[in-house]
């Protein structure tokens, strides 16, 4: 900017600086010496000491005054930790000037977090001590376990010590993160993170003389916690760019059950803690939804925004796939509870209140979504070596049977990983159920077509539940063609349907993937552990009224995944033992369809006459080979780079081949040489 003032406006300004204790501007003062032939420049930025350059060359360090011929002058100030200042000034001959800009802060506290072990028993005592220096004076420091604060002070340093027994948030048995927090009088922000190991020798010997310690009930209560971003930086005071963590609230309108919960236990699971619903009650109150804020943790990376609800069963509520912006799950714009969950008998009555809230929610520990579906879970975070974000939800009692659930998001992939963790600190075996539930509506509408279609490498089916009048429960099917009914398209199914694998979980991975919108969901899973696996919907034709779970006519399909194969089938969990597995999911778009699905890609292979027409969506960016053999004769090699946001989809002329039919291989092998997938099926080219 050029600036050229009269005296009296000058002084005007200069008042009106100091007055709101705002930077001074730089201004022309009258002329003071009407002989001279040069002009003065007081310089005065603060902080003291930062560098000053006219015209891009370095004069020195303010405070300091020039003597400049008079011109035009592009001004800049700058010091380590500031935002540099620029503006642009006009001297005459003969007159005095200032520049005396105000820098702003933006250097983060550096933070020391020390702690006196690196593994501390539950009754043990732990040292931890907090200190932060900053470049511009005093900050606010304060200790955190995951979004709780365990000790705060405005300024300086400090020590104290914990038990883990008796602080809220740690759990036996597991890996926790400490993390101090320094903010300085600009709101710049520096943290610093030690993981912990907590011991459980002691737990287990104590819970067989322990009672259950009751739910929370926290299902359509009004929570008010501070809002406040939380960004996961490890072990420095270095913030990753590429994968962000907060907290802040959402608001869902919620139907008026709260009031009508109460807490019992179910006695053949251990006197395991269940809430239960007086319906009779609730049904009299007015079925009027009223806003009720929830917690909310967001997980956001450059292909995927994650979203979890600790408040209302610890859910995965919301998968973003950020290249088309669309959601892949299901997000129920109303919080209602419905007559499914846990049948009485044998769940104690009342149990069945489970609300289709949406996203992905786990099935502890009896099936028909499980006992945790409406209580309030513990949450936390810790970075990753590689600069992702581990959130980890847990049940809040680890006296009881417990579960753990890690999903980490890592810098520039579309996928997330989900490690499950089942935990019984009891002297004697618990029985249990595991299903985590998927509802999705991949695409704009949060709602689902009659093309969807579910995508699994299964040859037979069994049906849980139907309501089609052709079908019944414990039937053995065909999967995906029974009887010429395509089962693997949603529009083929009239009425609610449930469908398990035969005789278990096989191939590895299931999907389902929307042609209309050319969008779906991938889970890949170890088999050999979660044996289980299960879609289901409210149907098409003839289906289940969507005002039984909301308010706007939307619908969705489930993708199941469980410990066992059926709902019939327990899983024993030894005394002090725990059970743990990782999945892999993502979205995937732009290719069609899906035909087979690894943890690195997914693939679409389809015959269409004299043609092969071939889909490839990588999970990350991928450059490497295409590589496709027809009985054991490689008849394409194609480079390519592709990613997430651009995979690949091209049609292939196959009318010269000798070989028009047989076993097809397609593979993706990177520029190292590794393969990241392979398919192998059958083919015929007409």
């Given amino acids: 900017m050029r600036v050229k003032f009269p005296f009296f406006i000058l002084l005007l300004m200069l008042a009106l600086a100091a007055c709101q204790n705002a930077p001074a501007i730089p201004a022309t003062p009258p002329v003071v010496n009407e002989g001279a032939t040069t002009a003065v420049l007081n310089v005065n930025a603060l902080p003291e000491g930062a560098q000053i350059l006219v015209n891009g060359v370095v004069e020195g360090a303010s405070p300091l005054t020039l003597e400049l011929a008079p011109g035009v002058y592009t001004l800049t100030a700058s010091l380590a930790g500031y935002a540099s200042s620029e503006d642009t000034l006009t001297l005459e001959a003969g007159q005095e000037a200032i520049y005396a800009p105000e820098l702003a802060d933006i250097a983060s506290p550096v933070v020391e977090l020390i702690t006196d072990r690196t593994e501390v028993g539950w009754n043990d005592t732990l040292t931890v001590k907090v200190s932060a220096t900053d470049n511009a004076g005093p900050v606010r420091l304060e200790l955190l376990l995951g979004d709780e604060s365990l000790a705060l002070i405005d300024e300086g340093e400090f020590a104290t010590t914990l038990i883990p027994a008796d602080t809220p948030g740690m759990t036996p048995g597991r890996e926790i993160a400490l993390r101090a927090r320094a903010t300085d009088g600009s709101g710049n922000i520096g943290e610093a993170t030690v993981r912990l190991r907590v011991g459980d020798e002691s737990l287990a010997a104590a819970a067989a003389t322990l009672e259950p310690a009751p739910a929370e009930l926290v299902a359509a209560t009004t929570v008010t916690p501070e809002s406040r971003p939380i960004i996961g930086p490890g072990v420095t005071t270095t913030v990753t760019e590429t994968v962000h963590y907060e907290v802040t609230e959402i608001t869902l309108p919620t139907y008026p059950y709260a009031e009508h919960l109460s807490k019992t236990t179910d006695p053949l699971m251990g006197d395991y803690p269940v809430i239960v619903l007086d319906r009779a009650a609730y049904e009299t109150t007015p079925q009027t939804p009223a806003p009720v804020l929830y917690r909310l943790l967001t997980l956001e990376n450059s292909y995927l925004k994650l979203q979890f609800l600790p408040d209302l069963g610890g859910r995965l509520y919301g998968v973003t796939f950020k290249p088309t912006g669309n959601e892949e799950m299901y997000q129920n714009p109303v919080v209602k509870p419905t007559v499914w969950g846990p049948g009485s008998p044998p769940a104690p009555q009342g149990a069945n209140w489970w609300p289709a809230v949406g996203g992905m929610e786990w099935g502890f520990p009896v099936d028909e979504h499980g006992y945790e579906f409406g209580t309030q879970w513990g949450f936390d975070n810790v970075t990753t070596p590689d600069g992702g974000v581990m959130v980890s939800l847990f049940t809040r009692d680890p006296k009881l049977p417990h579960i753990v659930v890690d999903i980490t998001l890592e810098p520039d992939q579309a996928f997330f990983t989900m ?233 292939f002329d196959y009318s010269g081949g000798a070989v028009r039919d047989g076993d097809i291989v397609v593979s993706l092998v990177n520029r190292q040489g590794a393969k990241i997938l392979e398919y192998r099926g059958k083919i015929t080219l007409q």
């Fill in 419 to 651: 490690r499950i963790r089942i935990i019984n600190p009891w002297s004697e075996a618990f029985r249990l159920k595991w299903w985590h539930t998927a509802a999705l509506a991949p695409g704009p509408e949060n709602t689902v077509s009659e093309n969807l279609r579910f995508i699994w490498p299964a040859q037979r089916v069994s049906i849980h539940s139907t309501g089609d009048l052709a079908l019944e429960a414990g039937q053995a099917l065909n999967w995906p063609n029974d009887a010429g009914r395509d089962l693997s398209r949603l529009g083929e199914w009239s009425s609610y349907l449930g469908l398990f694998q035969l005789p278990a979980a096989q191939g590895g991975f299931a999907a389902v993937y929307d042609p209309s919108v050319n969008e779906g969901m991938v889970r890949t899973y170890p088999p050999e552990t979660a044996k289980g696996a299960k879609f289901f919907s409210a149907g098409w034709q003839q289906a289940l009224d969507p005002g039984l779970w909301t308010d706007n006519g939307s619908r969705y399909v489930e993708m199941q995944g469980g410990l066992m194969p059926t709902y019939a089938d327990w899983y024993d969990l030894g005394p002090g033992e725990e059970v743990d597995w990782t999945e892999t999911w993502y979205p995937v778009a732009g290719i069609g369809d899906v035909t087979y699905a690894g943890a690195d890609a997914a693939v679409r292979v389809e015959a269409r006459g004299k043609r092969l027409s071939l889909g490839a969506f990588p999970t990350q960016p991928f450059e490497g080979d295409l590589k496709v053999s027809l009985e054991g004769a490689e008849i394409l090699s194609l480079p390519l780079q592709i990613s997430p946001e651009k995979p690949f989809v091209q049609e």
